[in-house]
């Protein structure tokens, strides 16, 4: 016997299989809740929610419900730093150490801004492990990426830097303008916008969250202990998931539905959003209304040489990634951002998933609470939805 879960909110009748498919996550493909959000010209065409908002069936999902959306949080750290480029007080080609002068050590002096975006610097995360508290230690966490050795030459390769990323690139953003990551997202572009979105979400707000539902033992982290249970790995050798395990590897250990979790800022990774705030965000830079069209051509400028692989992600997808990166974005290389390769966003680990797509004036956002996919957007959930947005939109851009 099929279960029907009531879905609520609004959806342009061209948009209906949306409707039915978002159904179909909960009836065929173990939703249990989840938002998706579609805006195009301007306007929302689909803003949809249900389910429940925690494992045991006690609350409703809302309009307004907040999850944690993992590494989809990357592409709101990253537009932080993309807004000071437009506004000329950020060079992507500068060194770090102009802005950051103590990431000069180690060898790290002359390492441009544009490869902490393009995860091109080697920083996967120190050498030695960090506790919980010192990952909510802002000042702390940054302070020992500053010191430590990258892992390869800079430059030389890409790798993905699932959790140093926000640190790197929100420690510059804080550096240039005084104030944490987290409050220049909220002051010069959530608040704004009106976009329902946090890194580092305040207490006031933790009621809204729903309950991530995730593997057992509560956190990514624990995907990778066995490769960490005897101490540092000290060589991206040492095992075949090394390099994953490194760039994983500092996450905390406690649960992800904590206060401490949520109140923290961990911008590659904590984020919590409705869908309806990410296409807001996404809709924004579409129409233009945070950075100018010279900036949007920029960040979405491959970083890398055609090809080359991903030191840490091929250790999950040997065959190649469906994607290539761009400054701080997942560039469409394997067309699971929509028929557009020029569309660009992120996902993040468990499935959501968030993107712009400038050429037929759309963005999208699709964020739940149970755990399934990976970052790449491949989620069969959010895979569905996807090419039912573009079933019903049309590529009218670029499709090369």
């Given at each position: 016997m099929?279960?029907?879960?009531a879905?609520?909110g609004?959806?342009a009748?061209?948009?209906?299989n949306v409707?039915?498919?978002?159904?179909?996550n909960?009836?065929?493909r173990?939703?249990v809740?989840?938002?998706?959000a579609?805006?195009r010209?301007?306007?929302?065409v689909v803003?949809?929610?249900?389910g429940d908002?925690d494992?045991a069936?006690?609350?409703a999902?809302?309009?307004?419900?907040?999850v944690n959306?993992?590494?989809?949080s990357?592409?709101?750290?990253?537009?932080c730093?993309?807004l000071?480029?437009?506004?000329g007080?950020?060079?992507?080609?500068?060194?770090v150490?102009?802005?950051?002068?103590?990431f000069a050590q180690?060898?790290k002096?002359?390492?441009p801004?544009?490869?902490?975006l393009s995860?091109r610097?080697?920083?996967?995360?120190?050498?030695?492990r960090?506790?919980?508290?010192?990952?909510?230690?802002?000042?702390?966490?940054?302070a020992?990426?500053?010191?430590?050795?990258?892992?390869?030459?800079p430059?030389?390769a890409?790798?993905y830097?699932?959790v140093?990323?926000?640190?790197?690139v929100?420690?510059?953003?804080?550096?240039?303008?005084?104030v944490?990551?987290g409050?220049?997202?909220?002051?010069e572009?959530t608040e704004?916008?009106?976009a329902?979105?946090y890194i580092g979400?305040?207490?006031?707000?933790?009621?809204?969250?729903?309950?991530?539902i995730v593997?057992?033992?509560g956190s990514l982290r624990?995907l990778?202990?066995?490769?960490?249970?005897?101490?540092?790995?000290?060589?991206?050798?040492a095992?075949?998931?090394a390099?994953?395990?490194?760039?994983?590897g500092?996450?905390?250990?406690?649960d992800?539905?904590s206060?401490?979790?949520?109140?923290?800022?961990?911008?590659?990774?904590n984020?919590?959003?409705?869908?309806?705030g990410?296409?807001?965000v996404?809709?924004?830079?579409v129409?233009?209304?945070?950075?100018?069209?010279?900036?949007?051509?920029?960040l979405?400028?491959?970083?890398?040489?055609p090809g080359?692989p991903?030191?840490?992600l091929?250790?999950?997808?040997?065959?190649?990634?469906?994607?290539?990166?761009?400054?701080?974005?997942?560039?469409?290389?394997g067309?699971?951002?929509?028929?557009?390769?020029?569309a660009?966003?992120?996902?993040g680990?468990?499935?959501s998933?968030?993107?712009?797509?400038?050429?037929n004036?759309?963005?999208?956002?699709y964020?739940?609470?149970?755990?399934?996919?990976?970052?790449t957007g491949?989620?069969?959930?959010n895979?569905?939805l996807?090419?039912?947005?573009?079933?019903?939109?049309?590529p009218?851009g670029?499709t090369?």
């Amino acid at each position: 016997m099929t279960v029907t879960t009531a879905v609520q909110g609004i959806c342009a009748p061209e948009f209906e299989n949306v409707r039915a498919e978002f159904e179909r996550n909960f009836a065929e493909r173990g939703e249990v809740g989840a938002s998706v959000a579609v805006k195009r010209d301007g306007e929302f065409v689909v803003d949809l929610w249900g389910g429940d908002a925690d494992a045991a069936g006690t609350r409703a999902w809302e309009r307004d419900t907040l999850v944690n959306v993992y590494s989809t949080s990357k592409g709101m750290t990253a537009l932080c730093a993309h807004l000071l480029v437009d506004r000329g007080e950020l060079d992507l080609d500068a060194p770090v150490s102009r802005y950051w002068p103590e990431f000069a050590q180690a060898g790290k002096g002359d390492v441009p801004v544009r490869w902490l975006l393009s995860h091109r610097v080697g920083l996967l995360g120190p050498r030695e492990r960090l506790t919980p508290e010192d990952v909510y230690d802002w000042e702390k966490t940054c302070a020992v990426l500053a010191a430590t050795e990258p892992w390869w030459e800079p430059g030389t390769a890409q790798g993905y830097h699932a959790v140093s990323f926000g640190f790197l690139v929100g420690e510059v953003v804080r550096r240039v303008t005084g104030v944490s990551l987290g409050t220049f997202l909220r002051t010069e572009i959530t608040e704004p916008l009106g976009a329902d979105l946090y890194i580092g979400t305040p207490a006031a707000e933790h009621g809204r969250c729903a309950q991530l539902i995730v593997p057992e033992g509560g956190s990514l982290r624990s995907l990778y202990s066995e490769l960490l249970a005897d101490g540092p790995v000290r060589s991206l050798d040492a095992a075949p998931l090394a390099p994953l395990a490194i760039a994983m590897g500092h996450l905390p250990t406690g649960d992800v539905n904590s206060a401490a979790c949520r109140s923290a800022e961990i911008p590659a990774a904590n984020g919590n959003a409705t869908a309806r705030g990410l296409a807001e965000v996404y809709g924004a830079l579409v129409d233009g209304k945070i950075v100018g069209a010279g900036t949007l051509a920029a960040l979405r400028e491959p970083q890398g040489r055609p090809g080359e692989p991903d030191v840490v992600l091929s250790a999950t997808a040997p065959n190649g990634l469906p994607f290539s990166w761009g400054c701080g974005y997942m560039l469409n290389t394997g067309g699971y951002l929509g028929p557009n390769k020029g569309a660009f966003g992120h996902g993040g680990a468990g499935g959501s998933f968030a993107f712009a797509d400038p050429e037929n004036r759309l963005s999208y956002a699709y964020a739940m609470n149970k755990f399934g996919g990976g970052t790449t957007g491949g989620d069969p959930r959010n895979f569905a939805l996807v090419e039912a947005v573009y079933a019903a939109a049309g590529p009218a851009g670029r499709t090369g």
